[in-house]
Nanobody, 127 residues
């Protein structure tokens, strides 16, 4: 059974930092990513990483502030979020994809037949 369990969300003031963690199970050789969705807004792929950890992709909205990484030995994926802004407030989802390139995966605009989602973790940034 495939499971993606997120942790690390919470409330923080603008300018602060949080680190999200995702522990996938039941998967191997998958690209991993973080998507987010705020109320009334479209879901957005913000950061993705290939299985090797070499290729990454960031949306313009988080580039330079967020860093995605993975530790395959620990089967864990991280999203370090720095310089948080109120507009970063959203539900954050850990996502695994076994089909697409990192760029297509993160675009959120290309269908995949092999994608798995976590339950999400809430991030709230106050001004």
């Amino acid at each position: 059974e495939v499971q993606l369990v997120e942790s690390g969300g919470g409330s923080v003031q603008a300018g602060g930092s949080l680190r999200l963690t995702c522990a996938p199970s039941g998967l191997s050789l998958y690209a991993m990513g973080w998507f987010r969705q705020a109320p009334g807004k479209e879901r957005e792929g913000i950061s993705c990483i290939d299985y090797s950890g070499i290729q990454t992709h960031y949306s313009d909205s988080v580039k330079g502030r967020f860093t995605i990484s993975r530790d395959n030995a620990k089967n864990t994926v991280y999203l370090q979020m720095n310089s948080l802004k109120p507009e970063d407030t959203a539900m954050y989802y850990c996502v695994a994809d076994g089909q697409l390139s990192v760029t297509d995966f993160c675009s959120g605009k290309v269908d995949s037949l092999d994608r798995h989602w976590g339950q999400g973790t809430q991030v709230t940034v106050s001004s």
